[in-house]
């Protein structure tokens, strides 16, 4: 049974800070990660996904895999009032089914 | 533009009463979830369905069943709701990776 933890589960941050999330899982034959962001009485939306160790930048948002050390982050640069919403990590290992974890909730104030 | 719609969106029943989601979308996905979100323990996933009758239990099946009898189309069903089935309810389609998820239903079993 996959495990999932995300740390912290809240944060605040000012505007214009970096920000750091973490996300850790048990089964290193995980094959495709994500970070989802859902703002207030929405739904989840997908943000940000990789599939082999390493980084991804997208424009502020930086996502980087370690497989071996079983660790997955999302970094947001300049952080921004509209990024305030809960975080989610969400990972496949094989087959459909989807695993998240219970989500960071970011406020970033003004 | 993908859609997944969910009917209703705000929901009040009686605990024993049965009650019916529904989910649609338009984009053909074969790949079709419910999951439930509750505060703190991120989205569980409750069932899984790869197609047309072909249905899997999720993490927390117990208490649910689902209906998919069109491809655009999966049904979740409480049998004599509970209290402890009060919760934000989503559903997801998904045609290889990514997840699209429909806006919620807000289920209060009183």
């Known amino acids: 049974q996959q495990n999932v933890q995300q740390s912290p589960e809240s944060l605040i941050v000012p505007e214009g800070a970096r920000t750091s999330l973490n996300c850790t899982f048990s089964?290193?034959?995980?094959?495709y990660f994500w970070w989802y962001r859902q703002h207030s009485g929405k739904a989840p939306k997908a943000l940000m996904?990789?599939?082999?160790?390493g980084e991804k930048e997208e424009g502020r948002f930086t996502i980087h895999l370690n497989k071996a050390s079983l660790h997955f982050s999302l970094h947001i640069r300049d952080s921004q009032p509209s990024d305030s919403a809960l975080y989610l990590c969400?990972?496949?290992?094989?087959?459909?089914?989807?695993?998240f974890g219970s989500g960071t909730r970011l406020l970033v104030s003004p | 533009d993908m859609k997944v719609t969910q009917m209703p969106r705000y929901l009040i029943k009686r605990m024993g009463e049965n009650v019916l989601l529904e989910c649609g979308q338009d984009?053909?996905?074969?790949?079709m979830y419910w999951y439930r979100q509750d505060p703190g323990l991120g989205l569980q996933l409750i069932y899984i369905?790869?197609?047309?009758?072909?249905?899997s239990e999720g993490d927390i099946p117990k208490g649910y069943r689902v209906s998919r009898k069109k491809r655009e189309h999966f049904s979740l069903i409480l049998d004599s709701a509970k209290t402890n089935q009060t919760s934000v309810y989503f559903c997801?389609?998904?045609?290889?990776?990514?997840?699209?998820f429909g806006p919620g239903t807000r289920l209060t079993v009183l």
């Open positions: 997801a389609s998904s045609l290889s990776r990514e997840q699209y």
């Open positions: 089964d290193s034959a995980s094959q």
């Open positions: 996904s990789i599939f082999s160790n």
């Open positions: 969400a990972l496949r290992t094989g087959g459909y089914k989807v695993v």
């Open positions: 984009m053909s996905h074969e790949t």
């Open positions: 369905s790869y197609d047309v009758d072909s249905n």
